[in-house]
């Protein structure tokens, strides 16, 4: 079994920051893409974020030049800066992750985190 936990959510003002944390743990052997992803109330949930076990990063463009996703694949966790932020970013934040479980396969699992609150109002 794989389990993700996110952090580092919380209230902020707008044009503040954040950063959220999401470590996955358990049985692993190598996980590919890694992402994050938001659910606002009343919305869909939609890709804010993603970034290949390579690097190579992509984003929402309502997120483009504010936040940044990164991660350490040596801690299999994954993390978003989040600067200039607005009120339109309020929602739950979700950390996603394709995890590849066995060294003699290519087979992988989708996985999600439980959610983390991000509030942006002053």
């Known amino acids: 079994q794989v389990q993700l936990v996110e952090s580092g959510g919380g209230l902020v003002q707008p044009g503040g920051s954040l950063r959220l944390s999401c470590a996955a743990s358990?049985?692993?052997?190598?996980?590919?893409?890694m992402g994050w992803y938001r659910q606002a109330p009343g919305k869909q949930r939609e890709l804010v974020a993603t970034?290949?076990?390579?690097?190579?990063?992509d984003y929402a463009e309502s997120v483009k030049g504010r936040f940044t996703i990164s991660r350490d694949n040596a801690k299999n966790t994954v993390y978003l800066q989040m600067n200039g932020l607005k009120p339109e970013d309020t929602a739950v934040y979700y950390c996603n992750s394709d995890v590849r479980l066995y060294s003699w396969s290519a087979f992988s699992r989708n996985y999600w985190g439980p959610g983390t609150q991000v509030t942006v109002s002053s």
């Open positions: 970034i290949g076990s390579g690097g190579s990063t």
């Open positions: 358990g049985s692993i052997f190598h996980i590919n893409a």
